[in-house]
């Protein structure tokens, strides 16, 4: 099993629709869970972290469940320029007490005028 | 402005020859990090510095070496050895050790190496 999994997408939706994208992990030990967002052949630039309470900015709002292991990003009322790739990636402690960074595959977003 | 420049964006190389590509940053970030992506997979961590001369190996860094001689600078040579060298090259800088716990990491607009 990947130590990140994301939806493979890609979803097509059109402008003002809600879209949901999940991500779920495998180490227990996790402890921090962000969301990036990759446009095509473009570098990855931070969209927002996921807080144990689950955190809303703007139109986007980031929930975790951690008996569940999983992370979900929701985008409402969509717009164009919301079409990318948005990656999951997970902080982890590894066997030599380093932390560092899992990157999910990423799932792939069209918004549709 | 600050931030990352990588150059080049586009090179080409035919197999057997090594190659450097460049990575600075004037956010004043003590850790640099290098990264490649490819089709299917996440992004790979390469190498990882959190300060000037010295550097750490991350996950995939056989075929590849790379040098921390200033703050701003870490690039990375793509050696014969590299047995896949075609992908996408990332640079990434943070604030030392906030990297991999804050998530925050700032990214170049990469390098993509062909060879042929």
């Known amino acids: 099993r990947k130590e990140v999994e994301q939806d493979p997408g890609p979803f097509n939706v059109p402008e003002g629709a809600t879209v949901a994208f999940n991500c779920t992990y495998s180490?227990?030990?996790?402890?921090?869970f962000f969301w990036y967002r990759q446009d095509c052949r473009k570098e990855p630039k931070l969209l927002m972290s996921?807080?144990?309470?689950?955190n809303e900015d703007g139109r986007f709002t980031a929930q975790l469940n951690r008996a569940s292991q999983y992370i979900s990003l929701l985008i409402r009322d969509s717009k164009l320029s919301d079409s990318a790739t948005y990656l999951c990636?997970?902080?982890?402690?590894?066997?030599?007490?380093?932390?560092?960074?899992?990157w999910g595959l990423g799932t792939s977003l069209a918004v549709n005028p | 402005d600050g931030g990352i420049t990588q150059s080049p964006k586009y090179l080409f190389r035919k197999e057997g020859q090594n190659v450097t590509l460049s990575c600075e940053q004037n956010?004043?970030?003590?850790?640099m990090y290098w990264y490649r992506q490819d089709p299917g997979q996440g992004l790979r961590l390469i190498y990882y510095?959190?300060?000037?001369?010295?550097?750490q190996k991350g996950d995939i860094a056989e075929g590849y070496s790379v040098s921390r001689e200033k703050k701003e600078s870490f690039p990375l040579t793509v050696t014969s050895a590299q047995k896949n060298p075609t992908a996408f090259y990332l640079c990434?800088?943070?604030?030392?050790?906030?990297?991999?716990?804050?998530?925050?990491?700032?990214f170049g607009e990469g390098s993509r190496l062909t060879v042929l």
């Open positions: 990434a800088s943070s604030i030392r050790d906030r990297g991999p716990n804050t998530g925050e990491l700032f």
């Open positions: 956010l004043n970030h003590d850790a």
């Open positions: 510095s959190q300060i000037v001369n010295d550097f």
């Open positions: 180490n227990s030990a996790s402890q921090s």
């Open positions: 996921v807080y144990s309470s689950g």
């Open positions: 990636v997970v902080n982890i402690i590894n066997a030599g007490n380093n932390r560092k960074l899992i």
